[in-house]
């Protein structure tokens, strides 16, 4: 199956054409694929070199002058490096960009830590006004990459990775999907964690949402299912533990509840290892979701 960054370079060419708004900012990173298009976009396709920095001040300009830009990047290279960028060259002159990255927490365990970035979208949440989609399937990363171009000067990220479920949902890029109800507690699968989730799930009776859009949060979707559920939460999420534990509990705050928020761990892993080694290091595998779920809702086996 194609990855959603397979998927990305073909459908921002389509909306570079068709879109004069629309303009591509890059590092190096991702220039091979847009060669066609810079080709035809001269002035609307700008390979900045390896000055991340840059990257993003210069998105900021173009978003000055009416572009939308869409920047792209390696997650470290989009957001950690350039934080100060975002923060004031997007945020404080109040301009938008939608940033596109590319490794996720660690799709490229090989390159070792330079390459990885599970505290994103926490790093973001420090900043007013972001929007983060966490698509799950390529499908839906186009759908979100689709909505966020067209999302007149909003702050958008979209975090690509190649971990992906084996089937798309539809995405509005707002609500969380109910996948399935249960009554002993609800948990909310972000992304492509989805299908560990429902490996972990299966027999047990619990709710599982599915979000691929985690800011703003879904409340509402939180709420209702909880009415049902129970008050019992755990978050899945394919970056930095606990990362939305403080969206929850704010989604909560009137109702007596407990939260486990799982995700990759702060501990750095120094063997490169593989993806699924990864995965089963920070207990996001389908086995260890069951033993931790389990524990935490003490919810017995449907039977």
């Given at each position: ?118 505290g994103d979208v926490a790093l973001l949440d420090t900043l007013d006004g972001w929007t983060v989609h966490v698509p799950g399937h390529p499908d839906e990363a186009e759908a979100l990459l689709r909505r966020a171009v067209a999302a007149g000067d909003d702050k958008v990220y979209v975090r690509l990775s190649a971990l992906a ?139």
């Amino acid at each position: 199956m194609e990855t959603m960054r397979d998927r990305f370079a073909p459908v921002l060419t389509q909306l570079l054409d068709e879109d004069p708004r629309v303009a591509v900012v890059l590092a190096e990173i991702g220039k091979d694929a847009f060669t066609e298009a810079q080709h035809r976009h001269p002035d609307r396709v700008i390979n900045v070199g390896i000055r991340e920095q840059l990257l993003v001040g210069a998105a900021a300009g173009l978003a000055l002058t009416g572009l939308r830009p869409v920047v792209h990047s390696f997650a470290p290279f989009l957001v950690e490096r350039p934080f100060e960028q975002l923060k004031l060259d997007l945020g404080h002159q109040d301009v938008g960009a939608v940033l596109v990255s590319a490794g996720a927490s660690f799709d490229r365990p090989t390159d070792g830590q330079t390459h990885m970035a599970p505290g994103d979208v926490a790093l973001l949440d420090t900043l007013d006004g972001w929007t983060v989609h966490v698509p799950g399937h390529p499908d839906e990363a186009e759908a979100l990459l689709r909505r966020a171009v067209a999302a007149g000067d909003d702050k958008v990220y979209v975090r690509l990775s190649a971990l992906a479920n084996r089937q798309a949902h539809e995405v509005d890029g707002q609500r969380f999907t109910t996948v399935r109800e249960g009554r002993a507690g609800v948990v909310v699968a972000v992304g492509p964690a989805l299908d560990a989730v429902l490996a972990a799930a299966e027999g047990l009776d619990v709710t599982v949402l599915y979000a691929t859009t985690v800011r703003p949060f879904d409340a509402v979707a939180l709420r209702r299912a909880t009415g049902t559920a129970g008050t019992d939460v755990v978050l899945v999420e394919p970056c930095l533990a606990g990362t939305s534990t403080a969206a929850v509990n704010e989604a909560l705050a009137e109702l007596p509840h407990r939260v486990l928020g799982l995700g990759v761990g702060r501990r750095e892993l120094r063997r490169y290892g593989t993806v699924e080694e990864h995965t089963a290091a920070h207990g996001l595998d389908a086995a260890s979701l069951r033993e931790r779920i389990s524990a935490f809702v003490a919810v017995p086996a449907r039977g």
